[in-house]
């Protein structure tokens, strides 16, 4: 108390037996030709990422997705054995890390794949990349007037292996207009 203020310590408190539950139903309702990857950035949200580690692979997860190239690697570190999807942009000093982690990445500079595949061919791996289209979100990703001459040049890099394309949705929580929009341009 101070000055006549109460000052109220607050908690989240979360049950991993719903989390699973959760998982569980998502799984059931997009059916087994979908994979589920949950995303866990930002340490699943201040959750604790490692903490739900166990509980995904009992799962079955096979990919989990991060915002930061740190934030995969610690969950590399810490026995993530499964795929890891970067969603932020990598800057090119940071495609030997990838390499090294075996992490996915989500692509959408020309620059920075070709210095992944620089690396890749220097461990003698390949790495694997999905595309990331700017449908509306702003921040990165390839323009959609571009996407198929960047994809095209990207199949030319040997040692990237493409698995996939998404998009950002800036809206879905709060316009209906503005994401259908986003899906059509997508599509």
């Not at 408190?13 to 950035?41: D, M, Q």
């Not at 992490?103 to 790495?127: F, R």
């Not at 700017?134 to 292996?161: H, Y």
Request: overall charge positive; proline content about 2%.
């Amino acid at each position: 108390k101070e000055k006549g203020l109460v000052m109220l310590k607050s908690y989240l408190e979360v049950n991993l037996k719903i989390v699973e539950n959760n998982i569980r139903k998502i799984k059931n309702e997009v059916g087994e030709k979908v994979t589920v990857a949950p995303v866990i950035k930002a340490d699943a949200y201040g959750l604790g990422a490692t903490k739900l580690k166990e509980l995904l692979e009992n799962q079955n997860i096979k990919i989990v997705v991060v915002a930061t190239i740190d934030e995969a690697i610690k969950l590399r570190k810490s026995g993530f054995n499964m795929e890891i999807l970067l969603l932020n942009e990598l800057l090119p000093y940071e495609a030997s890390k990838v390499v090294k982690y075996n992490l996915t990445v989500g692509l959408s500079d020309y620059k920075v794949a070709k210095k992944l595949n620089e690396e890749a061919i220097k461990s003698n791996k390949k790495i694997n990349v999905h595309f990331e289209i700017d449908t509306g979100m702003g921040r990165v990703g390839i323009k959609p007037e571009n996407a198929l001459d960047f994809m095209n040049k990207i199949t030319k890099l040997e040692n990237l292996n493409i698995q996939g394309i998404y998009t950002h949705f800036s809206s879905a929580d709060s316009s209906k207009e503005y994401t259908e929009m986003q899906i059509d341009l997508f599509n």
